[in-house]
């Protein structure tokens, strides 16, 4: 009997490398992995025009497309997570000290949809008191998912060759939130800094009083394979999670990876984050960070309905034996 053949778009992230280079194999299918775009190209490609069977997408769009009803749903794996306290850039003579100085202001960013984005509005919002509708949002590029923006919700598109770094270095604007580091920044250029310095710790705090590691990508499949051939779901996620274990196996391995702590790393991630930081599954911790993400979404105009998460992902039916860590996988 041959093999489904699926295209997957995805990262190149160590936790999927064993399934990309046949250490795991996922049961009945032929998984051709497409890893060498950029997550803008990708995101654009799937939430547009549909390119891939299966597609590592921007949660909040995922949301999107479905509010559109286009034919996606998603399996509840998530290949990519950030915190993001510590992507909140400030020109440091501009006076911002806290969230609240940001209110009717200029704000830069690559544009308005990036999970990114959305999440640090959103933790913005909700615990320091920022009013994202006061805010002018400064963008660069198109939005993936074409949408029309609210009344009262200011987005305008930079009218100057000059990069939104360079015009945060100048003064131009007072602020930027990015979901990379600005060049800038890299460069080490004291005109800019970060709005929560001590970030690590913030995030930390913010992990411990909510149990949210957030969410940055869900896997995405063309709603016509989930329906053709339902037991697809299943059997990509119980393939992800093997591919997922031996990565934390191997990360733990010292002689593996190049850095003198490594262990110390790991040790001190399963102290703060758990054994599984990178959980798959709609567990309680996975559907509360979704469902804030979701309410994230809803608040800032990006979609018009709140619904079941059920609604929105495959039921995979491996209950606690998802995300568990254990010796199943």
């Known amino acids: 009997m041959s093999k489904l053949r699926l295209t997957v778009a995805c990262g190149d992230y160590d936790i999927i490398r064993p399934l990309k280079e046949g250490a795991v194999e996922a049961d009945g299918l032929e998984l051709i992995f497409l890893s060498d775009m950029g997550p ?14 299966i597609c590592e997408e921007n949660v909040g ?31 440091t003579s501009a006076g911002i000290k806290s969230a609240k100085d940001l209110n009717g202001k200029v704000v830069g960013g690559t544009n308005f949809q990036p999970a990114a984005s959305i999440w640090i509005r959103g933790i913005l919002d909700e615990h320091y008191g920022l009013d994202h509708r006061s805010i002018t949002w ?50 080490g250029d004291r005109r800019i800094g970060r709005l929560f310095p001590n970030y690590k710790d913030v995030e930390l705090a913010y992990f411990k009083d909510t149990g949210i590691f957030p969410i940055m990508h869900v896997t995405t499949i063309k709603r016509e394979i989930a329906d053709k051939y339902p037991w697809v779901a299943t059997n990509l996620v119980k393939a992800f999670e093997k591919s997922k274990q031996l990565a934390y196996r191997r990360l733990a391995n010292p002689r593996m990876v190049p850095l003198a702590f490594v262990r110390t790393a790991v040790e001190e991630q399963e102290a703060t984050l758990g054994k599984d930081p990178w959980s798959y599954g709609l567990t309680a911790a996975n559907r509360k960070n979704l469902q804030t993400m979701q309410r994230y979404c809803h608040q800032q105009g990006l979609i ?20 568990s860590g254990g010796d199943e996988f």
Do not use: C
Request: proline content about 9%.
């Open 61 to 91: 769009a995922y949301f999107m497309i479905r509010d559109q009803d286009e034919p996606l749903t998603a399996i509840p794996v998530f290949l990519h997570r950030r915190f993001r306290h510590g992507f909140v850039f400030v020109n």
């Open 40 to 53: 803008r190209e990708r995101h654009w490609r799937m939430g547009r025009k549909h390119e891939f069977d």
């Open 138 to 187: 400064l963008v660069d590029r198109s939005e993936d998912i074409p949408f029309t923006p609210p009344p009262g919700l200011r987005i305008e598109m930079k009218k100057t060759d000059k990069s939104l770094s360079d015009m945060l270095a100048d003064g131009d604007i007072p602020a930027m939130i990015s979901p990379t580091l600005p060049r800038t920044f890299v460069e």
């Open 304 to 323: 018009k309905t709140v619904v079941p998460l059920d609604q929105l992902f495959e039921d995979t039916d491996l209950g606690d034996a998802v995300g």
